[in-house]
């Protein structure tokens, strides 16, 4: 099995032992210590954009030991609205899975202090590649 399939099969076990989590407003961020992030690599936790189809994905991360909770929002450019995700999930090393309530699934790995490679991965439906870039403020 690869290492993103054990790690989505960790995220499935942990989000059904877990039941219904709070909601995202609801969990306090909590950072673990800067010699603890930079022990386990880069960080998940803050603000991120990617370009896909012309428009700006974005995304922001909490993290709570290995568990993340985040938002993510993706433009639909024939409605001109977007399609906001709450998702959950586990972070392990630089590899990391969060999946939403109805199935769609992000996971990618952490390649640099400030860059990641995802995709999202709806529930059906074509995938869609992310290069995540960290961004300053919300």
């Known amino acids: 099995m690869s290492r993103l399939g054990l790690l989505a099969g960790l995220l499935l076990a942990a989000l059904s032992l877990a039941g219904p989590g709070p909601a995202l407003s609801q969990v306090p961020p909590k950072a ?6 930079a022990a386990a690599g880069h ?18 991360f909490t993290r709570q030991g290995d568990m993340i909770y985040g938002v993510v929002v993706i ?11 709450h998702v959950a999930g586990v972070i392990l090393g630089d590899e990391f899975a969060a999946q939403h309530a109805s199935g769609h699934l992000l996971k990618g790995t952490l390649t640099g202090p400030g860059t990641a490679e995802a995709v999202f991965a709806p ?10 870039t960290r961004r300053s403020g919300p």
């Open 75 to 85: 433009p639909d450019p024939l409605s001109g609205g977007s399609n906001t995700y």
């Open 32 to 37: 673990p210590a800067p010699a603890a992030r």
């Open 123 to 132: 529930k059906s439906g074509p995938s869609l590649k992310l290069r995540l």
């Open 43 to 60: 960080d998940i936790v803050g603000h991120w954009t990617a370009e896909a189809l012309g428009q700006t994905v974005t995304a922001d």
